[in-house]
């Protein structure tokens, strides 16, 4: 079967649509109809803290910012200073923007791109809930960001890069804007294993779920090297096969793919 990229981008869209309408004040959570890196229970507090995010993290945040999406936390690689101009590449409702915003003060500032109109104006509220005023959504796609070249001194990004058809187009993208001297920390899956076609084909669990958009490091390291960045790092972490596994409970997913930290600079 073959599926094409606007395919791939239309499914991607509808989840994140769903996700972003959800009334969390009624007691739903994105986690209970979500598959894969859209969440793997319904509590997107435990879900992020077993990703990697401390108690203070979730507390500092607007409420309705954290869906418990995600593989990681790329806070912890990002190294953010005071007065950088951070980018979110897939944010979601802001979470991660958020908290770099903390990091960069107010001198700084934070912006974050999605495709989906609902989840931005999610995170718009969110902002303005919060009086994130150094903090920017906009609507747009990965491949084709809505920023000037040469602006951004680090780029962020939470398991949404695998979800992109187009990977070399996202890191060329991400090549442009980024000042000399930028960087990229990204959280992310990566491939370990060849997937089962029946895993690979399935659009609406595996693609949209983070599964069968993964690629290898050798792929990862390959794009990114096209693409001009030096100094690239992937490490997987092999501990997040334990909440991999329920992302399609009962096939052995973890088997396959596996959250990892990729790291590259522009200089």
């Known amino acids: 079967m073959s599926i094409s990229n606007d395919q791939i981008r239309q499914n991607v869209r509808h989840r994140y649509k769903q996700i972003a309408l959800q009334d969390v004040s009624s007691g739903s959570d994105c986690c209970s109809t979500s598959k894969g890196c859209l969440c793997t229970s319904n509590d997107s507090q435990s879900v992020s803290s077993k990703l990697g995010y401390s108690d203070e993290e979730l507390a500092a945040v607007p409420k309705g910012a954290n869906l418990g999406l995600g593989c990681g936390n790329p806070q912890v690689i ?14 979601g409702a802001g979470f991660d923007c958020f908290l770099a915003a903390r990091q960069v003060g107010s001198e700084g500032q934070v912006i974050g791109v ?12 969110n902002a303005e809930s919060g009086n994130y005023h150094q903090v920017d959504f906009r609507l ?44 990229l920390a990204i959280s992310d899956v990566v491939l370990t294993a060849e997937l089962p076609v029946e895993i690979k084909n399935d659009l609406d669990v595996s693609y949209s779920g983070c599964v069968s958009g993964a690629s290898s490091i050798a792929d990862l390291e390959k794009m990114l090297a096209d693409a001009g960045f030096k100094d ?36």
């Open 114 to 125: 999605d495709m989906t109109p609902e989840m931005v104006s999610k995170a718009r509220w």
């Open 78 to 91: 990002a190294s953010l200073k005071s007065g950088e101009h951070v980018l979110d590449l897939g944010s």
């Open 232 to 267: 690239i790092d992937i490490r997987p972490k092999d501990a997040s096969k334990e909440f991999i596994k329920d992302w399609i409970p009962g096939v052995g997913i973890q088997n396959y793919i596996v959250s990892s930290t990729i790291q590259a600079n522009k200089r």
């Open 140 to 183: 747009g796609e990965i491949e084709h960001l809505p920023v000037a070249d040469q602006v951004i001194d680090a780029i962020i990004s939470n398991c949404v890069i695998n979800l992109s058809p187009d990977k070399q187009q996202v890191f060329k993208e991400a090549y442009r804007v980024l000042k000399n001297g930028g960087r």
